[in-house]
């Protein structure tokens, strides 16, 4: 599908608020705002979202046994955007049946509008028309490829869940530490680049998140590899994993602490 067929129920919106739809090499699409930088990987966005976040929570798995866990995991999610990362959070969970009771899920969005939009998807009947739809359907090619399936009833049924539970909590702008809501075992860091908003990638500010706001096990998985990040890890007792970045992007990274 080329760009002019993307007849998505929400372009309007989406064009009314500034925002550009691109469909990546995966066929799965991402959004642009005035010109600035794309929310993926042009090559794949539901593809990288698969490899720099299922993957963090794979790693998670790997470090705690849930089967014991009696506290609820709370994931953070910096940067809805089109929602690739709670989606793939919730496939997790569903996946390797564990209880969505323990899951708390953080997300931090400034534009809200974007919530907005989801929100609507999630208690629309219709199963295709929407720009969510085809996100859904990026991340089932992508698992596809990892000989995994999804189901989009279970999904939606148990994402609306989620939010009417208030185990899901859509939190807005991020500015200081103090904006985020919990304490995290999991972090996906995926707001803009320090191109577009160097606050959130200072020392100052990441050092603040990672001494105040995870948990002695954690995982803080995202697409940068930035100096101050691996000097972070080191201060705060963690393992820093420089990842190759998703199809040929510069580098990403694993930051992780076990103890
Ligand atoms: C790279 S995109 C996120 C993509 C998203 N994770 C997804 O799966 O579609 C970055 C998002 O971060 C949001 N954002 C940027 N700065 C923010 C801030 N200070 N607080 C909260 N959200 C912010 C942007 O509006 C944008 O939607």
């Known amino acids: 599908m080329g760009f002019n067929e993307m007849n998505y129920r929400e372009i309007n919106l989406l064009t009314a608020h500034n925002y550009e739809v691109e469909l990546t ?3 799965s699409p991402t959004l642009r705002i005035l ?4 929310m993926h990987n042009r090559r794949g966005a539901a593809a990288e979202a698969v490899y720099l976040y299922y993957e963090a929570m794979a790693r998670y798995k790997s470090l705690v046994n849930q089967e014991e866990r009696s506290e609820p995991l709370d994931v953070l999610s910096f940067g809805f ?3 690739y990362n709670e989606i793939l ?4 969970f569903l996946k390797n049946n564990w209880d969505l009771n323990q899951l708390r899920l953080f997300s931090q969005e400034k534009d809200l509008f974007l919530y907005d939009i989801f929100n609507d998807w999630l208690v629309s009947g219709a199963d295709t028309g929407s720009i ?3 996100v859904v359907l990026g991340i089932e090619r992508a698992m596809l490829a990892m000989g995994e399936g999804v189901s989009k009833v279970a999904l939606k049924e148990n994402m609306k869940w989620m939010l009417n539970s208030k185990r899901w909590v859509q939190g807005g702008s991020v500015s200081s530490i103090s904006d985020f809501a919990s304490i ?3 972090v996906f860091y995926d707001a803009f680049s320090s191109k577009v908003d160097d606050s959130l990638w200072t020392e100052e500010f990441l050092g603040g998140l990672f001494s105040q706001r995870l948990k002695q096990n954690f995982v803080f998985s995202t697409y940068a590899c930035t100096g101050a990040l691996k000097r972070i890890a080191a201060a705060n ?3 820093f994993v420089k990842r190759e970045g998703y199809s040929g992007k510069r580098n990403a990274s694993l930051v992780y602490r076990d103890r």
């Open 184 to 186: 995290y075992d999991v």
């Open 35 to 38: 010109q600035m930088e794309s």
């Open 25 to 27: 090499g995966d066929r």
């Open 132 to 134: 969510f739809d085809e």
């Open 81 to 83: 955007g089109l929602g």
């Open 237 to 239: 007792s963690a393992q």
């Open 89 to 92: 959070t919730v496939i997790f």
